[in-house]
Nanobody, 120 residues
Framework: VQLQASGGGLVQPGGSLRVSCAAS????????MGWYRQAPGKYRELVAD???????NYADFAKGRFTISRDNAKNTVYLQMNSLKPEDTAVYYC???????????????WGQGTLVTVSS
């Protein structure tokens, strides 16, 4: 299983950016999917996650600005980020709990990360 993140880049304060993460490989089902971020010198923190049924959970800093969504047919999770601030600068990592076979236990997988830089 591989998680491939894309869509990061440089954006000005107040701007918007959407990052995507697609899962590929041997996949029977995907439970939760989520986004985390890690800024220089800081611990990795949860940004938002979403269940297979579409229930979402957001960190306080993300509420009202970020929206997580997923396309189950494409095994892809998205994070739409609006009203970006310099403190949102970080490497954004996707995460998914994936079951590879019907009777196997689900495991967590991580993407490689995509850098989001918010600067003028």
């Amino acid at each position: 299983v591989q998680l491939q993140a894309s869509g990061g880049g440089l954006v000005q304060p107040g701007g918007s950016l959407r990052v995507s993460c697609a899962a590929s490989g041997i996949i029977f089902s995907i439970n939760d999917m989520g986004w985390y971020r890690q800024a220089p010198g800081k611990y990795r923190e949860l940004v938002a996650d979403i269940t297979s049924g579409g229930a979402t959970n957001y960190a306080d800093f993300a509420k009202g600005r970020f929206t997580i969504s997923r396309d189950n047919a494409k095994n892809t999770v998205y994070l739409q980020m609006n009203s970006l601030k310099p403190e949102d600068t970080a490497v954004y990592y996707c995460n998914a709990r994936i079951r590879q076979q019907a009777l196997s236990a689900p495991q967590y997988y991580w993407g490689q990360g995509t850098l989001v830089t918010v600067s003028s």
